[in-house]
């Protein structure tokens, strides 16, 4: 199975930067989306970002547009999400979600990280 360890999460005040990674268990090549996901207590989980194909094609969500770049690195192993200017409405905690080509037939298939918090102080 696909093992992702997550890091980089931490406490940040507004305005500030982080950079979250998402390490791999085996080769990028392997996965056709890598997504970022958050969930703040209380609510839904929502999909920020995602990086799909050999093309490396993202999405962001509205709400982080401008502000946050996914991106890979494929002799790491590692995905990346990259948040700036952060608003105390980033705080969540933050997942890493992949799917195979065998995954794409199926809506809620893939592999989940186990979360990294970040925290933005008001």
């Known amino acids: 199975q696909v093992q992702l360890v997550e890091s980089g999460g931490g406490l940040v005040q507004p305005g500030g930067s982080l950079r979250l990674s998402c390490a791999a268990s085996?080769?990028?090549?392997?996965?056709?989306?890598t997504a970022w996901y958050r969930q703040a207590p209380g609510k839904q989980r929502e999909l920020v970002a995602t990086i799909t194909g050999a093309g490396g094609g993202t999405n962001y969500a509205d709400s982080v547009k401008g502000r946050f770049t996914i991106s890979r690195d494929y002799a790491k192993n590692t995905v990346y999400l990259q948040m700036n200017s952060l608003k105390p409405e980033d705080t969540a905690v933050y997942y890493c979600?992949?799917?195979?080509?065998?995954?794409?037939?199926?809506?809620?298939?893939?592999?989940w990280g186990q979360g990294t918090r970040v925290t933005v102080s008001s």
């Open positions: 979600h992949v799917r195979r080509p065998v995954d794409l037939a199926r809506p809620g298939s893939g592999f």
């Open positions: 085996g080769s990028l090549y392997s996965f056709y989306t």
